[in-house]
């Protein structure tokens, strides 16, 4: 028998703390070999480390009979060994269209908030995920290709809280290789999931043709990449232990707003620089997780001896950030002038035309004009399919007008745009520049970043496709 992941096990969560003896965790057992292990590794020590296991398990719902087969391996193996388990079966389509997502994240949250159901209602405080450390390499290239900051090379953590809860991942130093044959080995039963060769996920295309066209240059590449996440998540961890430093020693704070002198952020290194209005931003909302490299750059620079004296920008998740002299300020307004009315602008789009940049907003607009058989889907909210057939052209990009509304795509009726805006959480102080796509006949096609209209659908008898993205980065 095989013995040795086990001791390597216990090391690890000794190591980094993941658990401590007498603990109840909530183990996620998707039903792939991954899973399976770490379940079975669990209950291993359970007796030794006086661990209380349960095993949670979700069905999706996408894959049909092969997405029960799993639930049913999961709940027999479970019961094998004596252990408590807790299903859920997800109805995630109108999930999907109630909230806007897109079906990785919807499964993501949906999976996630019924893992920490389980565990809240049982007792525990630890949930025990899989990741081991091929995800974690896959993750890394995902992250680099997307592109990414220190935090994001750190790939996931093997600890972490959330919502009073801590998320460990004791296995992401195990290769997959290596628990296939944990699994051979222990007569541990499996599912493999089918959806794991389709191309259509980027993390499939990261892990199925990327990663080993890479390897070519570099046979080591997967171990690299997660030599990479644990230099840089130590290297990240001390960052923000100096940024959290430096945000109790230089901001002032009150209800709703930091401040900190400019003369003071400017002497700190640049990369504290960054760090601290990241964590000021994240300590006055929640909204403001995806803030891009450039906004945090151009709250950088305006505390510059160069800026101007005077300045303000919208930071997104209602935060305005102002400089005042020698003060930056970050203010979370919950109530903006409405009665402030911008510039009014409009471009249009004539066919043929391929890009366009909307400088009073900042958006810049890919568009491709496609024959049948190219057509494929959105994969965000920032893209968009049109029968170019149905469409009356020159189109337009302007921004809004009072009263302008949208027939919302999949529901009855239109909605006004300043609607739409309240809904979607976007910042007042963004609204009026914010584009939207309207035909000649100024009917509101598309809200870039939120949703679209019923006019212009595609389908098997479309001739032609006006496909757009659009960037505000």
């Known amino acids: 028998m095989n013995d040795s992941l086990h001791i390597e096990l216990m090391k690890e969560a000794a190591d980094r703390g993941l658990w401590s003896t007498g603990d109840t965790i909530v183990v996620a057992v998707s039903g792939g070999a991954d899973s399976m292990a770490l379940l079975h590794m669990l209950y291993s020590l359970a007796e030794q480390q006086k661990l209380s296991l349960i095993v949670g398990h979700v069905n999706h719902g996408f894959r049909g009979a092969e997405s029960q087969h799993e639930l049913d391996v999961v709940v027999a193996y479970a019961e094998q060994l004596g252990l408590r388990v807790e299903t859920d079966t997800l109805d995630l389509p109108t999930y999907i269209e109630e909230n806007r997502l897109n079906l990785q994240a919807a499964a993501r949250e949906k ?40 935090t994001g090379l750190a790939g996931m953590g093997s600890k972490r809280s959330e919502k009073n809860m801590e998320l460990i991942r ?23 999931d089918s959806s794991n060769q389709e191309r259509y996920y980027f993390r499939n295309t990261i892990r199925l043709d990327i990663l080993p066209y890479l390897s070519q240059y570099n046979p080591q590449l997967s171990l690299s990449l997660q030599r ?14 100096q940024g959290l430093e430096l945000f109790e020693k230089l901001v002032r704070r009150k209800p709703n707003e930091c401040a900190i002198s400019c003369t003071e952020l400017g002497r700190i290194h640049v990369a504290l620089q960054r760090r601290l209005i990241k964590l000021i931003l994240s300590y006055l909302s929640h909204e403001t997780e ?42 979370r307004i919950s109530q903006y002038d409405e009665g402030l009315i911008s510039d009014r602008y409009g471009y249009k789009i004539h066919k043929g035309m391929e890009q366009l940049h909307v400088a009073p907003c900042g958006w810049n607009f890919n568009l491709e004009w496609l024959e049948p058989g190219q057509y494929r889907k959105p994969t965000s909210r920032f893209e968009a399919s049109f029968d170019s057939t149905m469409l009356t052209f020159p189109l337009q990009i302007r921004n809004r007008k009072p009263g302008d509304r949208i027939q919302v795509l999949g529901l009855n009726g239109s909605k006004k745009v300043q609607d739409m805006f309240v809904d979607e959480k976007i910042a007042p102080s963004g609204r009026e520049l914010y584009p939207l796509l309207f035909d000649s006949e100024d009917r509101l096609l598309w809200i870039p970043g939120i949703r679209r209209s019923s006019h212009a659908l595609t389908g098997d008898s479309t001739k032609g496709v006006l496909f757009i993205s659009a960037s505000n980065e």
């Open 111 to 150: 999976r996630y908030e019924f893992l920490h159901d389980v565990a809240k209602r049982n007792g525990a405080s630890t949930i025990a995920l899989a990741h081991h450390a091929d995800d974690q390499a896959e993750t890394v290239l995902m992250r680099l290709i997307r592109g990414t900051g220190l």
């Open 228 to 241: 990479l996440a644990e230099v840089a998540g130590a290297e990240d961890d001390w960052m923000e232990q």
């Open 170 to 192: 004791p296995l992401l130093r195990k290769n997959k290789l290596d628990l296939l044959r944990y699994c051979e080995e222990y007569e541990i039963p499996y599912c493999t």
């Open 290 to 331: 995806n803030l891009s490299y450039g906004g945090v750059e151009t709250m950088r620079l305006a505390a510059s001896t160069n800026a101007p004296a005077t300045w303000k920008m919208d930071a997104g998740g209602r935060i305005q950030c102002l400089r005042e002299y020698d003060v930056m300020r970050w203010v």
